[in-house]
């Protein structure tokens, strides 16, 4: 399983971006997927979570009402669609595949496969 995200750049505040993963192997559609982040100098954090159906999502409080996660399994591909964006969004974003298809974790540990990451950064 390979994750590419990718669609991060640079946005001043309160501006909008969607960044996409693209997933290749047959076992995205089972998959749940989350997205995290982590900004210079700070742990990796949970942003949100979906399931394989996309029946269940799960937000940060941080982000909530300001970012929604999708996805289409048609195109085996996550999105995180993100509004109204502050310079504290400022990160390396991270998408995650969780094979265990069941789950929708907030944990790091739960993730079994990670993409490379994209940056956004957000220009007061």
């Known amino acids: 399983v390979q994750l590419q995200a990718y669609g991060g750049g640079l946005v001043q505040a309160g501006g909008s971006l969607r960044l996409s993963c693209a997933v290749s192997?047959?076992?995205?559609?089972?998959?749940?997927m989350g997205w995290f982040r982590q900004a210079p100098g700070k742990e990796r954090e949970f942003v949100a979570a979906?399931?394989?159906?996309?029946?269940?999502?799960y937000h940060a409080d941080s982000v909530k009402g300001r970012f929604t996660i999708s996805r289409d399994n048609a195109k085996n591909t996550v999105y995180l669609q993100m509004n109204a964006l502050k310079p504290e969004d400022t990160a390396v974003y991270y998408c995650?595949?969780?094979?265990?298809?069941?789950?929708?974790?907030?944990?790091?540990?739960?993730?079994?496969?990670w993409g490379q990451g994209t940056l956004v950064t957000v220009s007061s």
């Open positions: 995650a595949a969780d094979l265990d298809y069941s789950s929708v974790s907030r944990l790091i540990a739960a993730y079994d496969y």
């Open positions: 192997g047959r076992t995205f559609s089972r998959a749940a």
């Open positions: 979906i399931s394989w159906s996309g029946g269940r999502t």
